[in-house]
Each structure stands twice: as structure tokens, then as C-alpha cells.
Nanobody, 126 residues
């Protein structure tokens, strides 16, 4: 059964760093784009970043460029999101998901993703 499981969240002080992980299981993740989204309390889920299967192409939400870095290790079936210089406004549940296809086009659209994890909570204190 295909699934993704996020981990690595926690409580961090502003200015700190975190690396989130997304472990995928199941053959059907091979060849697909994977993405990170986040949802803050009372807000809609928003796109953070996406990466193609080989890890050679990435795309970021404009607001996250510079502090966020997406990467993956296919040998471990794991994707990562490195977040640096954390801010209180980064507080959210972070989700990983599989995109319906191998291309990065339209990676920012929630409806383009099917398999979602349960999320990992990131809380940034000021």
C-alpha cells in the first residue's frame, strides 16, 4: 500500500533550523514529482516546494525562496525540506504529497496531488 509519512517537526526558536523528512513506500512513487505544502491555523493549505523524481529540478513558492531547500534520496525513498532562519509565521502543519505526474508544471496546485501524509507540526517561538 502506497503511503507517505512526514517527520522532523517540533518546537524551535525563531532563527533556528529544521529538516523535515517524507518517507514514501510503495512502487507507485517512482517517477513522480513530490511536493511539500503547509497549513497554518485558520489558513488554507499552501504550496512550499516540489521536486522531480531524479531530484535535478525544483520549484519553490516565491515567498519561500532562499530559506527553504527541497531535496531527496531515492535510495532511501525519502524527500527532505530544510528550513533555515525560521520565523514564527512558519508555524504550520507541513505535509508531503505525490503529484499526479512526472512534470513540475502546476506543482503549486493542491488538486494536482493525490497521496498525502498526515503532516508534521512545526512551531516557531519568538
Amino acid at each position: 500500500q502506497e503511503q507517505v509519512v512526514e517527520s522532523g517537526g517540533g518546537l524551535v526558536r525563531a532563527g533556528g533550523s529544521l529538516r523535515l523528512s517524507c518517507a514514501a513506500s510503495g512502487r507507485s512513487f517512482s517517477g513522480y514529482v513530490m511536493g511539500w505544502f503547509r497549513q497554518a491555523p485558520g489558513k488554507e493549505r499552501e504550496f512550499v516546494a516540489a521536486i522531480n523524481w531524479s531530484g535535478t529540478l525544483t520549484v519553490y513558492a516565491d515567498s519561500e525562496r532562499g530559506r527553504f531547500s527541497i531535496s531527496k534520496e531515492n535510495t532511501k525513498n525519502t524527500m527532505y525540506l530544510q528550513i533555515n532562519r525560521l520565523k514564527p509565521e512558519d508555524t504550520a502543519v507541513y505535509y508531503c504529497a505525490r503529484k499526479k505526474g512526472a512534470l513540475l508544471a502546476a506543482s503549486g496546485l493542491i488538486e494536482e496531488y493525490d497521496y498525502w501524509g498526515q503532516g508534521t507540526q512545526v512551531t516557531v517561538s519568538s
